[in-house]
């Protein structure tokens, strides 16, 4: 079991994770905790001679090594761009851009690493705006328990969920006939990754779970809720979630970690916080911001496009949200990798 604790401005986010191999012969999940980026991702690889476990471990340490590169700029940022846009949003949106790039260069070099891609899912904390920004590919996922309430904050990338999208309508005869588990989005698949992103409003007690398809293909939604809420540190909760799914022998590899927030120590209260106002887009911008007036919540999904001048400049083009309508990258001493570890 692996920990992590981060404490910045008037919220504190402690956390834990673990994965097992489940039923497979190699664990290709990823889990890495980076409380001082306060940082965390899960991501499920795929691909034969072992190359998934390259493909999630490479992802995840290009993530962070990306937030690690940026941390000056962060600071310095103001919390939304001249666009309108918020910048730790397009920071994460553009660090799943550049770890997909590097899962494809991996795949490129070695016939047995050729296809090689993963799912992921990370959460960063800013917590000088008490806001979570979320991004995922894929059918790794992000539930929330806020005053008793589970709910899922992502929307697995999968072949149903495009077909019901595209057709709402479809005869339910037709829906029972497509495959459940044929993703249609993931780093390595393609050049162009649709990144999903969302920004949520952190609240003190909120507890947040992000996990591989292997935990929530053994276990439902109501015992996710009953597992995190009866817990009472995020190691208990890891230890239970992932009990749950090997008592059932999955056949895939099962990860789980989870986020527990609160108040930092001699805060009492959340300060008001200010948001500065959005620039209104002219009527041809092709970037398009989802803002439901009556909820804290942004929603976006973001297509990012590679601009072959400027490796650090990538174009982000926003449409709407689903939801809402190698392994060479050094190490650093204070970043938490959960190891994998057999039954």
Not at 211 to 220: K, M, R
Not at 247 to 256: G, K, L, M, T, W
Not at 275 to 301: F, G, H, K, T
């Amino acid at each position: 079991m692996t920990r992590g604790l981060g404490a910045v401005a008037s919220l504190r986010v402690s956390g834990a994770g673990d994965t097992h191999i489940g039923g497979r012969e190699h664990n290709e999940d990823a889990v890495l905790l980076r409380p001082d980026l306060e940082l965390y991702l899960v991501a499920d690889g795929a691909g034969g001679h072992n190359a998934g476990n390259v493909a999630s471990t490479l992802a995840t340490a290009t993530v962070a090594h990306y937030f690690e590169s940026t941390i000056e700029q962060a600071k310095k940022a103001p919390a939304y761009d001249d666009m309108g846009l918020s910048w730790a949003a397009r920071r994460l949106a553009t660090a799943f851009q550049k770890a997909n790039r590097e899962v494809i260069e991996i795949a490129q070099s070695s016939e047995q690493k050729k296809g090689m891609g993963t799912t992921l899912v990370a959460a960063y904390f800013d917590l000088a705006h008490s806001m979570l920004v979320l991004g995922h590919v894929g059918d790794s996922r992000c539930y929330r328990l806020r005053g008793g309430l589970l709910e899922r904050l992502t929307q697995d990338h999968t072949l149903i969920n495009d077909v019901l999208e595209l057709k709402p309508d479809i005869d339910p005869d037709s829906a029972a006939k497509l495959p459940r588990n044929v993703i249609t989005n993931a780093l390595g698949m393609d050049d162009k990754v649709r990144v999903s992103v969302r920004t949520h409003q952190v609240a003190p007690g909120d507890r947040y779970v992000l996990c591989s398809d292997g935990l929530t293909d053994e276990v439902d939604d109501g015992q996710i809720q009953q597992a995190v809420q009866l817990a009472s540190t995020p190691d208990e909760a890891v230890r239970l979630l992932i009990d749950l799914a090997v008592d059932q022998q999955p056949r895939d590899n099962v990860s789980a970690l989870v986020l527990m927030c609160g108040l930092a120590p001699g805060v009492g209260r959340l300060p008001e916080q200010t948001v500065p106002p959005r620039r209104n887009y002219p009527e041809e911008q092709e970037a398009v911001l989802i803002v439901d007036e009556d909820d804290d919540e942004e929603s976006m999904e973001v297509l990012i496009i590679e601009d072959p001048d400027d490796d650090d400049a990538p174009e982000i083009q926003i449409v709407e949200d689903r939801a809402a309508t190698d392994a060479g990258k050094r190490r650093r001493p204070d970043e938490t990798i959960v190891h994998k570890r057999k039954p």
